[in-house]
């Protein structure tokens, strides 16, 4: 069985660096690509970038600028940091596993998650 | 804001039948991606439930379905139970912005 188990500062400062990590525990780190969602309070779901097992990864537009996806393939971990945040920031983050089947419109879907990571960005 | 609209809320009486839709676009649902639905209870993390538009993940009750047509996708719940409220979201992907884009979200509640 899979699980995903993540943690990281919890209380920013406006202007400071978000870090999380995500380890993941069963099953293969290789073949699959590893994303990056958050939720701010009392809102729906945004997905913020993802990173395969080599380091390739991918990013929404906003906030590309600021994120910078890693990867210890030796610990299966992957980690995000999300620069210079604001309290518009402020959200629960997940780490997910995403899995595509082969086809020429298939979406990579998320099937495993981990518990979250409540990060609060206040002066 | 999502480029994948949902209704914000839907509620019934138990064992009644609720349908949430999830309009898209021709970048997105309307160019052929699938679509995925995934369903959150109240401070857990969200839970797969559809995949490739019509597919239960094993464990899934089969009183969830999904379908897609057009520029939608719409999941189905058919004998509405307590423990079916929750907030549900729509996923796919988006050509135009190269990534993966969720729907805005719909709380079910049971009546």
């Known amino acids: 069985q899979v699980q995903l188990q993540q943690w990281g500062a919890g209380l920013l400062k406006p202007s400071e660096t978000l870090s999380l990590t995500c380890a993941v525990y069963?099953?293969?780190?290789?073949?699959?690509?590893w994303s990056w969602i958050r939720q701010p309070p009392g809102k729906g779901l945004e997905w913020i970038g993802e990173?395969?097992?080599?380091?390739?990864?991918n990013y929404n537009p906003s906030p590309k600028s600021r994120v910078t996806l890693s990867v210890d393939t030796s610990k299966s971990q992957f980690s995000l940091k999300l620069s210079s945040v604001t309290a518009a920031d402020s959200a629960v983050y997940y780490c997910?596993?995403?899995?595509?089947?082969?086809?020429?419109?298939?979406?990579?879907?998320?099937?495993?998650w981990g518990q979250g990571t409540r990060v609060t960005v206040s002066s | 804001q999502s480029v994948l609209t949902q209704p914000p809320s839907v509620s019934e009486a138990p064992g009644q039948r609720v349908t949430i839709s999830c309009t898209g676009s021709?970048?997105?649902?309307?160019?052929?991606?699938?679509a995925h639905w995934y369903q959150q209870l109240p401070g857990t993390a969200p839970k797969l439930l559809i995949y490739?538009?019509?597919n239960r993940p094993s464990g899934v009750p089969d009183r969830f379905s999904g379908s897609k047509s057009g520029t939608s996708a719409s999941l189905a719940i058919t004998g509405l139970q307590a423990e079916d409220e929750a907030d549900y979201y729509c996923?796919?992907?988006?050509?135009?912005?190269?990534?993966?884009?969720f729907g805005t979200g719909t709380k079910v509640t049971v009546l």
């Open positions: 997910s596993r995403g899995f595509l089947e082969s086809g020429g419109f298939a979406v990579r879907r998320f099937d495993y």
């Open positions: 069963g099953g293969s780190f290789s073949g699959y690509y």
């Open positions: 990173i395969n097992h080599s380091g390739s990864t």
């Open positions: 021709s970048s997105n649902i309307g160019a052929g991606y699938d």
């Open positions: 490739d538009n019509s």
């Open positions: 996923q796919s992907y988006d050509s135009s912005l190269s990534g993966y884009v």
